[in-house]
């Protein structure tokens, strides 16, 4: 009853939140993304997307397909492997950046183990900074971590990732927190190279406010600790706030740290072994289509 193609289309734009940015994603045309959807919302009979001048958002009958569209899609990848009698194998080097601790993230990889058991997924949990240059010396085959917010497929930081989705940066720390507009800004951080760590230190310079690091750690767990217990700020995804903290409110008078994009990159393909390739864009795929998940907390429902 429904098309895997134009599924696929609507799940890019549930992701992105935009027709241009699903487009670029899948590599076709907006007018084809907008056929895809049109198609799709004909077939349910029921609008999925509320579209105006300011933006694009899911309606209640969109929000209800994103179950269906991933339980549809993966029924098919699996009728297509069984029949094809093909199954991926391989070592996969997958590495995973810290923001994903509190996600969604394990639901998606376990998926992933059930679906290819043959594969040897090896999972590395580290800074963003830290994965791109594993990535890059060879270290790691795909990456799902945090950029500086660049358009789609375009160059940051030397590499080109895919997009899985762009969220704001914004302070955060315990609901009791105060801070003083004449004393330095007590700062929570990942150790370098974290982007979140480079972003704050660079906006509070930009705009000459003083700060003071109270907190490092290389582990989201322990800053999440740190800022819970009402040590200071630090900078985090709006989409991802763990639990127990909240965004710092405007009056305190902190500097805006403007937009972060979450990508897939993928490692040297020239030498990678056949399977190595095919599992990492099978585990890309997956990724994709469950890329709302990763906007959620591992406790939400």
């Known amino acids: 009853m429904y098309d895997p193609v134009q599924l696929r289309t ?16 899948l590599g076709v045309r907006q007018s084809t993304v907008s056929q895809h959807v049109r198609r799709l ?14 933006g694009v958002e899911l309606t209640e009958d969109g929000e209800a397909m994103l179950g269906f569209a991933r339980t549809i899609l993966e029924a098919h990848e699996r009728a297509a492997a069984f029949f094809t009698g093909t199954r991926l194998r391989g070592r996969l080097r997958f590495g995973a950046s810290e923001d994903f601790v509190l996600t969604r993230l394990p639901e998606i990889l376990e998926a992933f183990r059930r679906d290819h058991p043959e594969v040897d997924l090896e999972l590395t949990v580290e800074l963003s900074g830290t994965l791109h240059e594993q990535l890059a010396a060879g270290r790691l085959d795909l990456v799902l971590a945090k950029r500086p917010a660049a358009g789609p497929g375009s160059r940051a930081g030397g590499t080109v990732g895919e997009l899985v989705w762009q969220d704001s940066l914004i302070w955060i720390g315990a609901p009791q927190l105060r801070l003083e507009p004449d004393r330095p800004v007590p700062l929570i951080v990942f150790p370098p190279p974290g982007i979140t760590r ?36 630090m900078a985090h995804t709006r989409g991802l706030i763990p639990p127990g903290l909240t965004p710092v409110p405007a009056r305190a008078g902190l500097p805006e740290l403007g937009d972060v994009d979450f990508v897939l990159l993928h490692g040297h393909r020239a030498g990678v072994p056949r399977g190595t390739k095919e599992a990492a864009d099978a585990l890309a795929t997956a990724i994709l289509a469950g890329g709302d998940r990763l906007h959620r907390p591992a406790s939400s429902r």
Do not use: M, N, P, Y
């Open 41 to 54: 919302e004909e077939a349910a009979g029921r609008q999925l997307f509320a579209r105006d001048t300011h």
């Open 198 to 233: 480079a972003r704050a230190l660079d906006v509070l310079e930009a705009h000459g406010r003083a700060w003071r690091i109270v907190c490092t750690s290389a582990s989201l767990s322990g800053l999440v600790a740190a800022a819970q217990a009402g040590l200071g700020v």
């Open 10 to 25: 609507f799940l890019a734009v549930a992701q992105t939140l935009s027709f241009t940015q699903a487009a670029h994603r």
